[in-house]
């Protein structure tokens, strides 16, 4: 790849719609964090090379909830989105959704008021320092069950931010179905908020087509394994359904061996809307940055073809009409 498309990479307006907050704690932030509110690490959560040390799917959310332990303060989620959004802004994003699950801030004892001032307050600093614009989406957890996943969609609805754009859902996919959450995301939609959810990334089809037909989604986390059935990737182009697409979190949980058999490029030649994005970051060992500069290196696509991704993603994005028509014009 030459130098001279590297730096149009580099400078091209980007846009991530799937992160999760607490996932995205650099190292560093977690020590520190730790240290101002007393908590002592577990030996061994970080490599010699100073980056989390997991070595597969149980490892690795160990590690997850080990940095998140820490975390205990309006301050500490401030400096976790503020430092986030300065990342992404550094890599040229101009737009950042992520999201924040209550059921994480309240197993720590944080209230959800406390967690989404931290919140709003880092969005705000990031906004006026770096010209980043930072939404949320709250997620409700998967294997904490149908009935908790309602506790929280109703407390959105009752107390609406306009900085909460969207409900979600992560945790473990092969507990429950997608139709069992079914009364959560009509809650959530009825008041307004778009909705998206996990599928498609350690089940297979039959789990986005389920997403699709019983939830009021707009967009799929991951879907990749979409590609499996050739009448869902119809489906999805028809239904102008969006797919969170994370190559690198995709190999680093061996959803796909190597990059080779990743299949962005089947999902983009079915005409099916497209983001690119991080999942984890320092996790994953990846950035936003770094997934569109693999977009080129690794599945050839063209400064164009990157921008045009950007563009999917921000009419994608669950941002104010007035927001997505702004920065779809920074965008080009």
């Known amino acids: 790849m030459s130098e001279l498309l590297t730096q149009q990479i580099q400078q091209l307006p980007k846009v991530e719609l799937h992160s999760h907050l607490e996932g995205c704690i650099q190292p560093q932030l977690v020590r520190a964090i730790a240290k101002r509110n007393g908590i002592t690490l577990k030996e061994g959560l970080f490599n010699e090379k100073d980056m989390f040390a997991w070595d597969n799917f149980v490892e690795f959310l160990g590690a997850y909830d080990e940095a998140s332990f820490c975390l205990r303060k309006a301050q500490d989620y401030r400096d976790i989105t503020y430092t986030y959004l300065q990342e992404c802004a550094e890599q040229g994003t101009v737009y950042a959704e992520t999201f924040i699950s209550p059921d994480h801030a309240a197993a720590v004892g944080m209230s959800y008021d406390d967690m989404l001032l931290g919140c709003v307050q880092g969005i705000d600093d990031a906004q006026a320092d770096f010209g980043i614009v930072g939404r949320l989406i709250v997620s409700c957890v998967r294997h904490l069950g149908p009935e908790q996943a309602v506790v929280v969609a109703q407390h959105l609805a009752d107390n609406p931010h306009p900085y909460i754009v969207g409900f979600g859902m992560g945790g473990n996919e092969s507990m429950f179905t997608q139709a069992d959450f079914a009364p959560a995301f009509n809650i959530a939609a009825a008041s307004g908020l778009a909705c998206t959810t996990h599928a498609g990334e350690v089940l297979g089809p039959e789990s986005v087509w389920d997403a699709i037909d019983n939830l009021p989604v707009t967009r799929i986390g991951h879907g990749v394994r979409s590609v499996e059935d050739p009448q869902l990737l119809v489906e999805l182009a ?3 359904i969006a797919l969170e697409v994370c190559p690198g979190s995709n190999i680093a949980l061996s959803v796909y061996p190597n990059l080779e058999s990743h299949p962005l490029n089947k999902i983009l030649e079915a005409g099916i809307s497209v983001s690119l994005n991080s999942d984890d970051p320092p ?5 936003v940055g770094s997934e569109y500069l693999s977009g080129a ?3 050839g ?11 999917m993603a921000m009419q994608a994005s669950f941002a104010d009409e007035q927001t ?3 920065l779809l014009a920074v965008i080009g």
């Open 283 to 287: 996790f994953f060992a990846t950035t």
């Open 301 to 311: 696509l063209d400064l164009e073809q990157l921008r045009n991704i950007s563009r």
């Open 324 to 326: 997505k028509a702004r």
């Open 297 to 299: 290196k690794d599945f």
């Open 238 to 240: 028809k239904r102008g």
